[in-house]
């Protein structure tokens, strides 16, 4: 993972997943498979409280649920631009944060995943934050890991 230095209100993060570029689109896109990884180490977000409408103008909403003392962390963006399985990006209509994820074909079956938000609010730019969202990545890189050990075997 790359961490490139960010301006106040930027983050630019760069992943490597050994996964089919469709298929790390796809995760980020169905709820079948956001279940299994959408939020950091310590949180859960149950099947029930995703909603993914991939289309320009759709929603995408979440509750983590903090798995020790049961807290919700409710998370909403709308879609602003979806071209499969090239990219993503949404708003936060509260905050006006903005993600742009762009995943990049790799060959031999390895996605580069870019993220790149904007307007960021401070809480989120916090070193602890910052730490939680790279193991929501870990997070997918395990699953993904799961998902190809499954179609190999």
């Known amino acids: 993972m790359n961490d490139h230095p960010a301006e ?3 983050i630019h993060l760069t992943r490597i997943f050994a996964a089919p570029w469709d298929l ?7 709820a079948d498979h956001l279940t ?3 939020g950091p180490v310590g949180m859960s977000t149950p099947r029930e409280t995703i909603i993914v409408d991939p289309r320009p103008g759709g929603v995408f909403e979440t509750i983590m649920v903090n798995d020790a003392d049961g807290s ?4 909403r963006g709308i879609f602003v631009e ?7 990006v949404w708003r936060d209509p509260d905050s006006g944060m903005t993600t742009s994820t762009t995943f990049v074909d790799l060959g031999e079956d390895r996605t580069e995943v870019h993220i790149h ?3 960021v609010p401070d809480f989120i730019l916090s ?16 699953y993904l890991a799961a998902l190809s050990h499954r179609r190999t075997a």
């Open 8 to 10: 106040l209100g930027e």
């Open 24 to 30: 790390v689109f796809r995760c980020m896109i169905d």
């Open 36 to 38: 299994h990884f959408w």
């Open 72 to 75: 919700h962390f409710p998370t």
């Open 82 to 88: 979806v071209t499969e399985p090239e990219r993503l």
């Open 117 to 119: 938000q904007t307007n």
């Open 127 to 142: 070193p602890e934050a910052q730490a939680g969202f790279k193991t929501s990545l870990d997070r997918l890189d395990a």
